[in-house]
């Protein structure tokens, strides 16, 4: 392998095992620097995504404390953007270009910016997963020869996030196998539990679809709608008003019926009439949610309606029921992508532009 001024590692890393381990010492061993950037930085505590940004940089930095102190091994948060790969690539360049010119050669001037260096990006092309290996032209595609060993980070999570809690000794380094036996203690760890039965339940129940359900995007004065879940999974999280289509509706239908038995929205005259809802919704502003890991449960298709109510100095009168915990208006400057339920943070940017 060639010699390189840097190599970037993208990873989720949930947990950080072996595996990734033996790509990240193989890129220590080929470069002067490696930069990691972690994936899903700030999304909510689920069985896909587990641990927090903080709680896997100290899993990955526990490995290698000189090389961090030294600068050899610079590790980044990257937010997920499920619905804008564009979006996604330009801020990966960003992190890239930022460390690149600042940390390469000193952090003198650079006449050719990050193209006086030798960058690559490494890998594992194990399957969809690792579609970002092909997304980067403008650096060295590195593959590693192989995966180290024959397991992944679902088969660690599946074994882990059960009533017995099985820890990955053989399979991730022993800073991460401490952390996790601590962490089985924590009540994220019980309701992480709660939610992976949950979802078992459900499939066992349903199957894996695919489904397809409606969601309302009620904006008015700068809030937006939104509900807090009551159910697992993601009991407690921020979610659109919304749910599954029934056989005999149409989409718009269920998003609209969905909205009413959700937060029973009203003005002064009373709860509001469905044809007067429907009138609200912006038809060029429809859009399907697709991505297929978007929800636990199963292969759910979401189309998400965009309803613009009038501009008021008092907000319409909302308040939970059906499969709402809780139903209220929130800023839309005050929105925290790590509270929401899936994607419907993604969904409310992609929307909204936020």
């Not at 930069?35 to 709680?55: C, L, M």
């Not at 319409?316 to 339920?341: E, M």
Request: hydrophobic share 40%; net charge negative.
């Amino acid at each position: 392998m060639r010699k390189h001024d840097f190599l970037v590692f993208i990873g989720r890393f949930q947990p950080f095992h072996i595996g990734h381990k033996h790509i990240l010492d193989t890129a220590l061993e080929n470069s002067d620097r490696v930069i990691v950037i972690v994936g899903s930085a700030d999304s909510p505590r689920t069985p896909r995504n587990p641990f927090t940004y903080e709680e896997r940089r100290g899993m990955i930095a526990g490995n290698y404390q000189w090389e961090v102190e030294n600068n050899r091994l610079i590790i980044e948060a990257i937010t997920d953007n499920q619905y804008n790969d564009d979006a996604w690539i330009a801020e990966v360049q960003r992190i890239v270009s930022d460390k690149v010119l600042h940390l390469g050669n000193g952090g003198g001037f650079h006449v050719h910016g990050t193209k006086d260096f030798r960058i690559g990006l490494i890998g594992f092309a194990k399957d969809g997963t690792s579609f970002y290996l092909k997304k980067f032209p403008e650096w060295d595609s590195v593959a590693a020869k192989s995966q180290y060993g024959l397991f992944n980070s679902s088969d660690v999570r599946e074994a882990y996030f059960s009533r017995v809690g099985v820890l990955p000794r053989d399979n991730c380094p022993e800073n991460v196998v401490d952390f996790m036996r601590d962490f089985r203690l924590s009540p994220d760890y019980a309701e992480l539990v709660g939610d992976v039965e949950a979802v078992r339940a459900y499939r066992a129940q349903w199957g894996r679809g695919p489904f397809v359900t409606a969601d309302a995007v009620v904006v008015q004065s700068g809030h937006v709608l939104l509900i807090r879940r009551g159910a697992r999974p993601g009991r407690g999280r921020l979610a659109l008003p919304g749910g599954f289509v029934n056989c005999d509706e149409l989409i718009m239908e269920a998003a609209v019926r969905e909205l009413k038995e959700e937060t029973r929205i009203s003005d002064a005259r009373g709860e509001i009439p469905a044809g007067v809802l429907r009138s609200y919704i912006e038809d060029d502003k429809t859009t399907i949610f697709d991505q297929p890991n978007r929800d636990e449960r199963a292969r759910i298709v979401t189309h998400a309606f965009l309803f613009r109510l009038p501009e008021r100095t008092e907000l319409s009168k909302v308040y939970g029921s059906d499969d709402a915990q809780h139903a209220a208006w929130y800023a839309l400057g005050n929105l925290d992508p790590a509270d929401f339920y899936s994607d419907h943070y993604d969904i409310l940017r992609r929307m909204l532009g936020i």
